[in-house]
């Protein structure tokens, strides 16, 4: 087991490809590790060991052939399996046809077994969904381990599986490798396919890859995934070498701007801010031009625009629900008050807003045209505890009557908007620059606080540089001993 925990997805594919070890041999100590540590952080929200081992069984190709394999309880579907996306109002939906990521997984020889934890509809920086109850990080089970890829993170730090599936659409992939101590690539908007069941997720802002424990392992899955399917919106442009290859290039010199100051004007822990310059000396003793710099971009009107597609993306994922089947009482009570207001938006308002985005892409394209990228914190903190994040007793009292009254349109006139907007996302203020723009981004585990906690380190690059990043990424790794290990 030991032996197992030690390896990445890459070395443990070469074992079986060497037949040092079978693929049945592989899951078996996936399982058995599994079953260890699952009742204290709750992963794995659909144990799937039947199909795993019929798959195991079965000749395998592909560059990593024989490895286990988690899907995310959100999108990436499997046939004849439930897609519950956390939420009590899917528990019996069976997606009918494997999505473009879960084919690309299987062609890949990775061996499926489980889907993990995701709050409902992904919509949080946490995983502590009513339906199947909070999943822990490892690191220190008193914590979150982070959203909405919460689940794959906790496994992947865990030791369970070496890479896991995941998806971001305001965080979700650097959010919880910062928590978790992982590291964590957004792909660019289209650069892997969210087919068949979407075009573009979240209008584009969502990105699927996977969390790892090594640089190689990300790159090696970003090649397996990129490209576009039958029907895709786009097709972006590939990349001039193998992600792969990328990953095993210096990266040159680097002109690189920083900040550590939240953009919506939110606090930022001290050990964070400190964390963020340390690594701008240690990138500048690597040879590297780094200045602080920051992009022309209102940070509060990008929240804001962000936070309305976010309220759209709730109330259509309830009326597709409620077209399946589902009751309002199965819909956790915040989801229903953002869903609420999700109604009550103008399509005019929705669409402006949308329009903006192209503003703050237009921004970063100047800035990126000075710099190569841009770093600044992956999150505002370290991981907060279990519950800290939680709607209060009071406040959610408040809510109730409003849902009962319909009284979305009213609430949205109150000028409380922008206070809402800073309390979701005064913990994650970061990350959102990347999802509204399209653009590439990683975090990177390259500092730990006086409390043990992990913290990440976030860097930005212009659409398509992921080859930048995954460059940057293994020249960090080497000098610093990122990852590779469990907790």
Same mark, same amino acid.
């Given at each position: 087991?030991? *032996?197992?925990m030690?390896y *990445?997805?890459?070395?443990l594919a070469?074992?079986?490809?060497?037949r040092?070890?079978?693929?049945?041999?592989l &899951?078996?100590a996936?399982?058995?590790r599994?079953?260890?540590?699952?009742?204290?952080?709750?992963?794995?929200v659909?144990?799937?060991?039947?199909?795993?081992r019929?798959?195991?069984a079965q000749?395998?190709?592909?560059?990593f052939?024989g490895?286990p394999?988690? +899907?995310?309880?959100?999108?990436?579907?499997?046939?004849g399996v439930?897609?519950?996306c956390?939420s009590?109002?899917?528990?019996?939906?069976?997606?009918?046809v494997?999505?473009?990521y879960t084919?690309?997984?299987?062609?890949?020889?990775?061996?499926?077994f489980?889907?993990t934890?995701t709050?409902?509809?992904? +919509?949080k920086?946490i995983?502590?969904p009513?339906?199947?109850?909070?999943?822990r990080?490892?690191?220190?089970?008193?914590?979150?381990?982070?959203?909405s890829?919460?689940?794959?993170?906790?496994?992947?730090?865990?030791?369970?599986?070496p890479?896991a599936?995941?998806?971001d659409?305001?965080?979700?992939i650097?959010?919880?490798?910062?928590y978790?101590?992982?590291?964590g690539?957004?792909?660019?908007?289209?650069?892997?396919?969210?087919?068949?069941s979407a075009?573009?997720?979240?209008?584009?802002a969502?990105?699927?890859h996977?969390?790892?424990r090594?640089?190689? =392992?990300?790159?090696?899955?970003?090649?397996?995934?990129?490209?576009?399917?039958?029907? =895709?919106p786009?097709?972006?442009?590939?990349p001039?070498?193998?992600f792969?290859?990328?990953?095993?290039?210096?990266p040159?010199r680097l002109?690189?701007?920083?900040?550590?100051r939240?953009?919506i004007?939110?606090?930022v822990d001290?050990?964070?801010?400190e964390?963020?310059?340390?690594?701008?000396?240690?990138?500048?003793?690597?040879?590297?031009?780094?200045?602080?710099?920051?992009p022309?971009i209102?940070?509060?009107?990008l929240?804001r625009?962000?936070?309305?597609?976010?309220l759209g993306?709730v109330?259509?994922n309830?009326?597709?629900c409620?077209a399946l089947?589902?009751?309002?009482?199965?819909f956790?009570l915040?989801?229903r008050?953002l869903?609420?207001?999700? =109604?009550?938006?103008?399509?005019?308002e929705?669409v402006?807003?949308h329009?903006?985005?192209?503003g703050?892409?237009?921004a +970063?394209g100047?800035y990126?045209?000075?710099?190569?990228?841009?770093l600044?914190p992956s999150?505002?903190?370290?991981?907060?505890?279990?519950?800290?994040?939680a709607?209060?007793?009071?406040?959610?009292m408040?809510?109730k009557?409003?849902?009962a009254l319909? +009284?979305?349109?009213?609430?949205?006139?109150?000028g409380?908007?922008d206070?809402m907007?800073?309390?979701n996302?005064r913990v994650?203020?970061?990350?959102?620059?990347?999802?509204l723009?399209?653009t590439?981004?990683?975090?990177c585990?390259?500092?730990?606080?006086?409390?043990?906690?992990?913290?990440?380190i976030?860097f930005v690059?212009?659409?398509?540089?992921?080859g930048r990043?995954?460059? &940057?990424?293994?020249?960090?790794e080497s000098?610093?001993?990122l990852?590779?290990?469990?907790?």
């Amino acid at each position: 087991m030991q *032996d197992y925990m030690q390896y *990445d997805a890459t070395d443990l594919a070469a074992l079986v490809k060497s037949r040092q070890v079978t693929a049945a041999e592989l &899951l078996d100590a996936a399982i058995a590790r599994a079953d260890a540590v699952e009742p204290r952080l709750n992963a794995i929200v659909q144990r799937l060991d039947a199909l795993g081992r019929t798959a195991a069984a079965q000749p395998a190709s592909g560059p990593f052939a024989g490895v286990p394999f988690l +899907l995310k309880d959100y999108g990436q579907e499997l046939a004849g399996v439930p897609n519950m996306c956390g939420s009590a109002a899917l528990r019996n939906h069976i997606a009918e046809v494997d999505s473009s990521y879960t084919a690309r997984c299987k062609a890949a020889g990775l061996v499926i077994f489980g889907r993990t934890a995701t709050p409902e509809f992904a +919509l949080k920086g946490i995983t502590e969904p009513e339906a199947f109850g909070a999943t822990r990080n490892p690191v220190n089970p008193a914590h979150t381990p982070g959203g909405s890829s919460g689940g794959a993170a906790a496994a992947v730090a865990s030791g369970i599986v070496p890479m896991a599936g995941a998806s971001d659409g305001g965080g979700s992939i650097r959010i919880p490798a910062a928590y978790c101590g992982l590291f964590g690539l957004r792909p660019s908007r289209g650069r892997v396919s969210c087919g068949p069941s979407a075009g573009e997720g979240w209008e584009g802002a969502s990105s699927e890859h996977v969390l790892s424990r090594s640089v190689r =392992d990300s790159a090696a899955m970003l090649d397996v995934l990129s490209g576009a399917a039958a029907g =895709d919106p786009f097709s972006i442009a590939p990349p001039e070498l193998p992600f792969a290859e990328y990953a095993r290039r210096a990266p040159g010199r680097l002109r690189i701007g920083f900040s550590s100051r939240s953009p919506i004007g939110t606090e930022v822990d001290p050990e964070v801010i400190e964390a963020v310059q340390r690594t701008a000396k240690q990138l500048e003793a690597l040879g590297h031009h780094v200045e602080e710099a920051e992009p022309a971009i209102d940070g509060l009107a990008l929240a804001r625009s962000f936070f309305t597609m976010y309220l759209g993306q709730v109330a259509a994922n309830q009326r597709a629900c409620r077209a399946l089947g589902a009751k309002e009482n199965q819909f956790e009570l915040d989801t229903r008050a953002l869903g609420l207001l999700g =109604d009550a938006l103008a399509a005019g308002e929705y669409v402006s807003e949308h329009r903006k985005w192209n503003g703050y892409a237009r921004a +970063l394209g100047e800035y990126f045209r000075r710099h190569d990228l841009y770093l600044l914190p992956s999150t505002a903190c370290t991981a907060p505890r279990i519950g800290q994040l939680a709607t209060p007793a009071l406040q959610r009292m408040a809510i109730k009557p409003i849902l009962a009254l319909g +009284l979305g349109k009213a609430l949205l006139k109150s000028g409380q908007v922008d206070k809402m907007v800073r309390e979701n996302l005064r913990v994650t203020p970061f990350t959102q620059l990347s999802n509204l723009t399209g653009t590439p981004s990683m975090s990177c585990p390259l500092a730990t606080s006086s409390t043990g906690l992990p913290i990440g380190i976030q860097f930005v690059a212009p659409f398509g540089g992921e080859g930048r990043l995954l460059s &940057l990424a293994m020249q960090l790794e080497s000098q610093f001993q990122l990852g590779r290990t469990t907790v």
